[in-house]
């Protein structure tokens, strides 16, 4: 999809998550605005470089950096359920901060990829 029309549709996603997570689970604007910020600067790279979320991204050829990788995202994968898990699941703003969590981490990982493929392809690799 072309950027001038990813830009509208990450809009709309980002609205619309932000707007579930507020009427949900975080009953406040603030907390509410971030997390759509959020899903629709990861939408947007989303939709505009054509990046797969699940697929593989990030690859490294040394055997110590391979596993540095792996411990950091296992981590990151983790601590969500264990933050939520520590305080109870019970109360709806763990979930609202899981969500937060797993779109800034979808955020990075799309916009570094991005920025990856945006250089790479000015460079005319």
Known sequence: MSPERSLPVAVVFGLLAGGLVYLLFLPDWYPAVGIAAIYAGAAYFYLAFDISLLGAQIEFSDRPDKAGYAVGL?????????????????????IGIIVWMVGMMAFLLLATTAAQADSTERRGI
């Open 74 to 94: 296992f981590g990151l994968s983790v601590s969500p359920l264990a933050l939520g898990e520590y305080v109870g699941l019970r109360d709806p703003a763990v």
